[in-house]
């Protein structure tokens, strides 16, 4: 299982985004899941990632660009009270301190 690295940065918009990052091959989910609970640092967190499916026309230009061997994931993290990444509305999540299920879930937005 080749490695994946962590680094802080900053999306298009200025948002904080963790950068998962693999230099040969493609993340899988699960391998994520295990490097960021081997971390500890970013575990007991929530976290999304959200990516775009381009569409193939086929076309073989000029400008095309040879794609790398490795693979590059935005994370971002969601935490309780945090605006969420997709929708902007605000997450409000308890666990039950004993067992850590979900007890409730509410939204500022009027939804459940």
């Known amino acids: 299982m080749a490695k994946i690295t962590f680094e802080h940065s900053k999306d298009l918009r200025g948002n904080?985004?963790?950068?998962?990052?693999?230099?040969?091959?493609?993340?899988?989910?699960?391998?994520?899941?295990?490097?960021?609970?081997?971390?500890?640092y970013y575990a007991g967190s929530g976290w999304a990632v959200l990516f775009k499916v381009?569409?193939?026309s086929g076309y073989s230009g000029w400008?095309?660009?040879?794609?790398?061997?490795?693979?590059?994931?935005?994370?971002?993290?969601?935490?309780?009270?945090?605006?969420c990444p997709v929708c902007a509305d605000t997450l409000v999540v308890n666990y039950c301190p004993h067992c850590g299920e979900r007890i409730k879930e509410a939204s500022t937005n009027g939804k459940v």
């Open 16 to 40: 904080d985004v963790l950068l998962a990052i693999k230099k040969r091959g493609k993340i899988s989910i699960t391998e994520l899941q295990e490097a960021m609970q081997v971390s500890r």
């Open 54 to 56: 381009f569409e193939d």
């Open 63 to 83: 400008f095309d660009e040879e794609q790398g061997k490795g693979d590059i994931l935005e994370l971002y993290r969601i935490d309780d009270f945090e605006n």
